[in-house]
């Protein structure tokens, strides 16, 4: 386990955020299953975990362990068992906003966890980050645009916010992702807020 940032159960039990959350798995078959799970909260806060696998989770790829590069001899050996993470995510991350950049996979992965666990399997769920990036926008946005202008303003400059960011490559591990997916929303956070104050600047000039 990896704890990255300030002590983070103080400060989510009061106040709800944003939380970036990212699986690796053991491959894109029907049968996989979580092997890697992040997540980052909007102001930074992180952990990253090793999840061990349960006694009836055999799938394994070896074309997907050279992309993650996470041997299963690593998950057996240094992975936290998923009932201990399973409730430490329940307690960390219940009453949150949590998203993902592709909620169908995360959130299967995520179910498998939680089952695992024995832990009801809808107790967290994942929303996509990019209606996220469209509902901040949006929302800062609201005064400043007029309606008919909004959605096409607000996905001009998510686009532009995103497409200005540094190029790099997918990770493909997950505390690596989710980071990205947290920096994707910053970007578009800001440029929406400085969209937003410069037709103040304007209406008021």
């Known amino acids: ?17 944003l939380v970036f959350l990212d699986f690796e798995a053991s491959s894109l078959a029907r049968h996989s299953y979580p092997i890697e799970v992040a997540w ?10 090793l999840i061990r696998p349960a006694p009836d989770w055999d799938d394994w790829d070896s074309a997907a362990e050279a992309i993650h ?25 219940a009453g949150h906003d949590l998203a993902a950049s592709a909620p169908s996979w995360d ?3 995520l179910s498998a966890l939680l089952r695992a666990a024995g832990l009801p399997r809808h107790a967290l769920r994942l929303r ?6 469209r509902e901040t926008a ?6 400043s645009v007029a309606g008919e202008h909004l959605e096409e303003e607000v996905e001009r400059i998510r686009t532009a916010a995103i497409d200005a960011l540094p190029k790099s490559p997918t ?3 997950a505390l690596a992702d989710a980071q990205a997916e947290r920096a994707r929303w910053l970007a578009v956070r800001d440029a929406a807020q400085q969209f937003r104050n410069f037709r103040r600047r304007y209406n008021d000039a």
Do not use: C, Y
Request: glycine fraction near 8%; charged fraction near 30%.
């Open 1 to 17: 386990m990896v704890k990255h940032g300030a002590e983070i159960r103080f400060r989510v039990l009061h106040s709800q955020m």
């Open 40 to 49: 980052v909260f909007e102001d930074g806060a992180s952990e990253t975990h």
């Open 69 to 93: 590069q996470i041997p299963r001899e690593s998950l057996l050996r240094n992975g936290m068992p998923p009932e201990a993470l399973g409730r430490r995510m329940i307690d960390l991350l």
């Open 107 to 109: 959130g299967k992965w």
């Open 128 to 133: 996509d980050t990019e209606e996220i990036q």
């Open 138 to 143: 949006r929302n800062i946005l609201l005064d």
């Open 171 to 173: 990770a493909h591990r």
